[in-house]
């Protein structure tokens, strides 16, 4: 025989069906307790008797007066998942439970969503789940301000409202905070059962939040180290006796290396190749993209030198700055190359000869020793080298190349390349 308590559920749950949002399938819900735990079972439709079909399935939550509104909650979930995306009951079951088993007193679970989610990006390196972790963090101290969101949509834009005044438009920052919360709420929903009103905003309406950066192409050119300051500074590291740290800096120069790169170069048959590096620790394990061939640029009057410094590398009369070395035999064990390029600029930000040419060159920073190489391919020459050629071999997309670089690649220099094509255009 019911309890009270059992009965005021029962009624509860059938009161519910008379709403206009279940009535589309005219289902039946009940409720019981099974070896202590919950039992939901569902028919399509009620007064068929025997030959009405009918699903049941447990549910991880304990038969008892004290979870009566956990309980009450469970099945509304549950209905609205088998009416809304038309899933069987074990599907809506396992869609609304599997990632997440935790629901806080008042019906939200965002920390338990939240949770999940971190777990599902694991493979990450650890700065970035620091930063997907602090949005969140930041996602869900939103959603409890005053007017609080009701919609994904809502909360996308008091998010950005919130944490994103100083962030400019369309940069990076901006760009990458606003994908983070949108690729979790969309997993809150298609993975964790969420109601569909905490799916974000659609692609056009993040490009209108994102923005467009307001700067003009002057205060927005990439800064490289040009010719002449990059030739005095690697005299110069020779003249110190900093033989290893000229290497580091003339290996990434004289061939465009990312930062990180030192760690994964190989030397076949006299040229140079390149291992990847952007990846996780999923994909350090087993190679997903094949080496990269890097060829060597020389800065005018030094012809040769980009030769020299491959021999040199591979000659092991000199190593690489220590503390660099011991970075690259961390990788494995961290699982980033991150630190590689922290070593090296760490080292070059407190050599004086550096410190200098920075202080008279605005916006020069270690990396700039690789966009020194784009520069002279681009700038540098009389017989400037096609864009897509220079993006396959610095590593990356035509697209990024030209964003990063296209106020060096000039219409004279188009014209030009086309000008030659035509000059030397084959008679069929």
């Given amino acids: 025989m019911a309890t009270d308590w059992e009965a005021n559920l029962r009624t509860l749950i059938k009161n519910t069906e008379k709403d206009a949002d279940f009535l589309r399938r005219g289902s039946s819900w009940k409720v019981r307790g099974v070896r202590g735990k919950t039992q939901v079972t569902m028919r399509l439709q009620e007064g068929l008797g025997e030959s009405n079909p009918r699903s049941s399935s447990m549910l991880d939550i304990e038969w008892k007066k004290g979870n009566t509104m956990q309980i009450l909650n469970a099945i509304e979930d ?78 996308m834009r008091a998010y950005s409202k919130h944490w994103l005044k100083k962030a400019p438009q369309g940069g990076q920052g901006r760009k990458r905070s606003l994908q983070d919360v949108a690729s979790f709420l969309r997993f809150a929903v298609t993975r964790c059962g969420k109601e569909e009103r905490w799916l974000p905003l659609n692609a056009e309406e993040l490009r209108e939040l994102v923005g467009v950066r307001q700067t003009t192409s002057e205060s927005h050119l990439t800064a490289a180290v040009l010719p002449k300051d990059l030739a005095n500074l690697l005299d110069q590291m020779k003249a110190d006796g900093r033989e290893d740290l000229y290497l580091a800096t003339a290996l990434i120069s004289l061939y465009g290396l990312r930062l990180g790169e030192l760690a994964k170069l190989n030397i076949i048959d006299g040229d140079l190749f390149v291992g990847h590096i952007k990846q996780n620790s999923q994909t350090l394990i087993q190679e997903e993209k094949p080496p990269r061939e890097v060829l060597g640029v020389d800065i005018a009057g030094r012809e040769g030198e980009a030769v020299k410094v491959l021999q040199l590398y591979q000659s092991g009369l000199v190593k690489l700055p220590i503390a660099v070395l011991n970075q690259i035999k961390m990788v494995e064990q961290k699982g980033h190359f991150k630190d590689v390029g922290t070593s090296f600029s760490g080292i070059l930000k407190r050599y004086k000869p550096w410190i200098s040419l920075v202080q008279r060159n605005k916006g020069v920073s270690p990396y700039s020793l690789r966009h020194s190489w784009a520069y002279r391919v681009h700038k540098a020459t009389e017989a400037p080298v096609d864009s897509s050629i220079a993006a396959s071999l610095m590593g990356h997309s035509i697209e990024v190349h030209n964003r990063v670089y296209s106020t060096w690649i000039d219409k004279k220099i188009k014209k030009a390349a086309i000008a030659r094509a035509n000059k030397a255009l084959i008679k069929a």
């Fill in 78 to 155: 549950l209905k609205r998942l088998v009416n809304e995306r038309n899933l069987s009951l074990s599907e809506a079951k396992n869609l609304l439970f599997a990632p997440v088993n935790q629901v806080d007193s008042s019906g939200e679970n965002w920390e338990a969503l939240k949770a999940s989610y971190l777990e599902s990006k694991s493979d990450r390196r650890s700065t970035t789940l620091k930063d997907i972790s602090t949005r969140l963090n930041n996602l869900l101290i939103t959603l409890e301000k005053n007017p609080k969101p009701r919609t994904g949509r809502d909360a």
